[in-house]
């Protein structure tokens, strides 16, 4: 399988607006340059979008991918989310139906925001999508079994999922022991690391506490995205042992 992160950063990304690099220390280095989270699931010409942000035209233009066949969605926040709107364009472009997977949760804020899409025909290309709500347990998706599970965030929920030995899982605060079950034996664990080596109490999860689950899970390699301005990749990556890395947008990995 090919894994294609998109987008590894966080809720704001990085630059923020006004070109704002928070604790960023150098900004001429592009992977610290990283727009809202996402990633792309590619085997045997299958497509799964993990997440649309609203950087979703550009990451799609950026790394040449000329089509989805569904998209997952992990929870309702707008940076994995806000590029849901474009979706009745994108039927329209490919000339075929999309499956879009997601909670009950994330489906409600769905069509609070964007009731439009969920009527028939509003517009082309909105008819076109199949909305599928998704719970804990097993999923088949494409011809791929997940095993999805769930984290909490903040007052959500946060859906993650295991396909044979990856792993993915984002917005967190914490890793409840049952998952933490669900996740030994990896390859590769891609995990949410928001705030870096700093402790902070917003939902998010951060190095000193992913390190503590990775001595239970002990996955063969770990990549850490959803990194904020916080989080400066060379300073970072220095502080990392060889089997755990920083993401960055474009990173290929194969398992």
Known sequence: MKITILGSGSAYGSPMSFNNWGKIKNSDNPKNRRTRPSLLLEQDGRRLLVDMGPDFRTQMNDNNVTGIDAIFLTHPHYDHIGGVPELGRVCCLLQKGIDVYASDETLADLQQSYGYMFRPNHEPGLGDIVWHEISEGSLSL???????????HHRWRSYGFRIGNFAYVTDLQDLPED??????????????????????????????????WLEEIRPRHTVLTHLSTRVDYDGFKAQLPKSVEPAYDGMILEV
């Open 142 to 152: 494409l011809g791929w079994n997940l095993d999805v599970f769930s984290v909490p």
């Open 179 to 212: 998952v933490r079950g669900k996740l030994k034996g990896l390859d590769l664990l891609l995990i949410e690391c928001n705030n870096g080596m700093e402790t902070v109490h917003n939902g998010h999860s951060n190095y000193p506490l992913i390190k503590k």
